[in-house]
């Protein structure tokens, strides 16, 4: 609401009110309406690659508990505000060492979400079809 008073706000001219959790939403400013983006929940998604990780028979405990803490460092990396790309880099080639179809899911999830869940999908069908056709 511009330039009115809202729910016992008063905002001059030109000025917006906005009330409530607006965390997740776009917001609009400025004269030359600037969108910024308040943050991106990406926990969902690294729920998904967790899933995989633990759903991999070639993996043994201890590797997955490390594929793991490499995940979780590369979840807190990317909810700075500027991730350091060669920390990433460094995260990714570790996790490549110890499961290079964990690195795929995981860009796969990250770069589109659907994409990701698709990627899990698949691979299970085909270890599905690899069990019954020996």
Known sequence: ????????????????????NVQGSNIVIGDHNTVSNQGINITPLFDVIYQCVEG???????DKAD?????QEIKTALEEPKPDESFLARRFRNIKRMAPDIVEVAFETLKNPLGGVMEVINRVSKKMAEETNP
Request: proline share 6%.
């Open 1 to 20: 609401m511009t330039g009115k008073k809202k729910n016992g706000l008063n905002a001059g001219n030109g000025s917006i009110v906005v009330g409530g």
């Open 56 to 62: 991999n028979p070639s993996l043994k405990p201890a």
């Open 67 to 71: 594929v793991k803490a490499e995940l």
